[in-house]
């Protein structure tokens, strides 16, 4: 019970920062979050944002704050993907994720990202993340609960996934090809 409030107490102190901070225990931190989040909310909100707020893209944490949970993932910092609450630094900020893909490296970046609303109609055009150039890196940013997760990254109309794959396909074929 100590822990909990504990817990409590450390996740108060850290509201309104656009990316949760990694606590040693960030599993049981997660699991915290999604039993907060599963009690019905009964009040009315207390902060409104100044956008139009929709429900089936965002969630709203106790204060009545809109959040959106991302996929974050750094290869640089840990292996593991991780599930966090993105919220507004700013009061013109809106909450989304970003997905960027490095193809000469083959690395994969994912996260949080504030947007105002002047970029708007740039991250909300799509529920999931879509690559359409062929430049080195790719960057998309998308608004809808991890819509930067793999499964929803798109590039040039196939799951990023299966591009990945066919192009080290390919790249094996070729250095085996060599000898």
């Not at 999931?128 to 998309?140: L, Q």
Request: charged share 25%.
């Amino acid at each position: 019970m100590i822990q909990l409030l504990f817990l409590f107490a450390l996740v108060s102190s850290v509201i309104g920062r656009s990316t949760v901070i990694k606590y040693k225990h960030q599993d049981a931190y997660e699991d915290f979050l999604n039993l907060m989040e599963s009690f019905e909310r009964t009040e009315k909100p207390k902060a409104k944002p100044n956008w139009a707020y929709n429900s089936e893209l965002y969630g709203l944490d106790r204060h009545g704050k809109p959040f959106m949970k991302c996929v974050e993932f750094n290869a640089t910092t840990s292996p593991k993907t991780r599930n966090v609450r993105c919220s507004a630094s700013g009061d013109k900020d809106r909450p989304g994720c970003f997905a960027m893909y490095d193809f000469e490296t083959k690395q994969l970046l994912q996260g949080c990202y504030n947007y105002q609303e002047d970029i708007a109609h740039f991250c909300e055009t799509s529920k999931r993340c879509t690559f359409s150039s062929d430049a080195k890196v790719g960057f998309c940013c998308c608004v809808g609960q991890q819509c930067n997760s793999q499964k929803k990254i798109m590039y040039n109309g196939e799951p990023l996934e299966t591009v990945i794959n066919e192009k080290r396909k390919k790249d094996v074929t070729d250095f085996l090809r060599r000898f």
